[in-house]
């Protein structure tokens, strides 16, 4: 893999070769490289976990969610935002709505990477103890550092091909799994494990959608549709889409990523079905893939597997590193440095966010989860400018900066007061509960046609 990074070292002639590798993707690397970004540590690991303990209801996050989200940005985003030659999203709100707005996207933008990023260190230093005994201290940095010389080398470049090469060993480690899995629930026949287990799991652990109640249907629509739009604002997806040589080849590979994110969930929503039929008893809340892979593969192919799972992890690690490093060079600091080198600068940005991870990767859990929780401020903040301004001429700069902040302080407010529902001392004896994050967003799209109304107005009236 570094091997493939230090190859790629030669295509970076500037800065826009390094952050959407000079808009020359093709469509097969192109839809790999969202893929690998989209299938991480989340989708293989913990994903299983939940479909394991509470059925397929445990899928609306991840993988239906996360799916349908390669799907709307397919429909909704990739052609304009491909024509519009940018760079980083937050070029979008600078062009559609102004300075102050793409600021302010960028700053709401960069600190939800962090506690992203941090987890998936955290999570590889674990699997590195779990294999090889490591400290998680020196895993951390470890990982750390491989994870950042893979990003610095050749930026898109060398992000593009080694999630290529990820993805692929990640696709054959879980078709291996999963075909072992089967084979020894079927007593050697795959066809009839799939059957079996069809037969065996308890029928509750089948429901894909709750319908016993209201407020359950209501709960589970409000985790899709967070899964669903509140990575569509993301520069991870949005730098791919950027990179694409073309419109058609930046939809395309939206498309296809979605079907094969969607295949690849399948397999790993059957091994959490699987697991209780298969493993021993008294083996509930242990991590389902590892235990999986260890009870069913040769030891060869335990390795592949942990390969797979390690592959997973770095192509998160290395996209998600590169995305705020863009929005932080192109948005932040460049306009304070007219001149600069801004290769240069991409560059020390990518440390400044390895570094910066690192250290809440040190702060201890509470420290990044606190932050990975803050990946919903995106859909509160700036979905909504996002969608009308890419679809709509309504609203301004005064529309976009005030539901930014409207959405912001709506979902702050009920973070800090430990609220689970919108309004929750309110609403929550009606046995209507609302996501907290889609009614925040809400909050911002009211907040923005109201202050666009009042643009018209002035505009007219200045008229």
């Known amino acids: 893999m570094l091997a493939i990074g230090w190859w790629t070292r030669g295509r970076i002639k500037n800065h826009e070769d390094f952050l959407v590798a000079g808009r020359r993707l093709p469509l097969h690397l192109a839809w790999a490289t969202i893929l690998a970004t989209w299938f991480g540590a989340g989708a293989m690991l913990t994903a299983t976990d939940t479909v394991r303990a509470k059925g397929l209801v445990g899928a609306a996050l991840d993988p239906i969610g996360a799916g349908i989200t390669l799907f709307l940005a397919g429909l909704l985003l990739a052609r304009p935002l491909w024509e519009m030659r940018l760079l980083t999203l937050a070029d979008f709100y600078g062009r559609r709505f102004g300075v102050r707005a793409e600021r302010l996207s960028a700053v709401l933008m960069i600190p939800t990477y962090f506690g992203w990023i941090a987890a998936q260190f955290v999570a590889l230093a674990h699997l590195l103890e779990l294999v090889f005994g490591l400290d998680p201290a020196i895993g951390i940095l470890l990982v750390a550092i491989v994870g950042v010389a893979f990003t610095l080398m050749g930026g898109m470049w060398s992000v593009t091909l080694i999630d290529a090469a990820q993805i692929t060993i990640v696709a054959i480690g879980l078709i291996v799994l999963a075909g072992s899995v089967l084979g020894e629930l079927g007593g050697g026949s795959i066809a009839e494990g799939v ?161 910066a991870s690192v250290v809440t990767a040190y702060l201890g859990e509470s420290a990044y989860s606190l932050l990975e929780s803050a990946y919903e401020l995106g859909l509160v903040s700036l979905l909504v400018p996002l969608l009308m301004g890419l679809k709509t001429r309504v609203g301004g700069e005064r529309a976009a900066l005030a539901s930014m902040l409207a959405g912001t302080v709506a979902w702050c407010v009920h973070f800090a007061a430990g609220w689970e529902s919108f309004l929750s001392p309110v609403v929550d004896p009606l046995g209507l509960p609302l996501p907290v994050a889609m009614t925040s967003a809400l909050v911002g799209l009211l907040v923005y046609l109201a202050v666009a109304s009042r643009e018209r107005v002035a505009v007219e009236r200045g008229s």
């Open 195 to 355: 059957a079996r287990l069809g037969r065996e799991t308890p029928a509750e652990k089948l429901v894909l959608v709750p319908t016993e109640d209201l407020a359950a249907f209501v709960t589970w629509m409000g985790v899709v549709a967070v899964g669903a739009l509140g990575n569509l604002p993301g520069q991870d997806l949005t730098q791919r889409i950027f990179a694409s040589r073309s419109a058609s080849t930046a939809v395309w590979a939206c498309h296809i990523a979605a079907v094969m994110y969607f295949a690849l969930g399948v397999l790993t929503l059957t091994l959490g079905l699987a697991a209780d039929l298969v493993a021993p008893e008294g083996s509930a809340g242990k991590a389902t893939m590892a235990l999986l892979a260890g009870l069913f593969l040769s030891p060869w192919a335990a390795v592949l597997f942990v390969l797979a799972v390690m592959s997973a992890v770095l192509s998160t690690i290395d996209s998600a590193i590169l995305s705020p490093a863009s929005v932080l060079a192109q948005n932040v600091l460049a306009p304070k440095w007219p001149g600069i080198d801004l290769l240069a600068l991409n560059r020390w940005s990518v440390l400044g966010v390895t570094v």
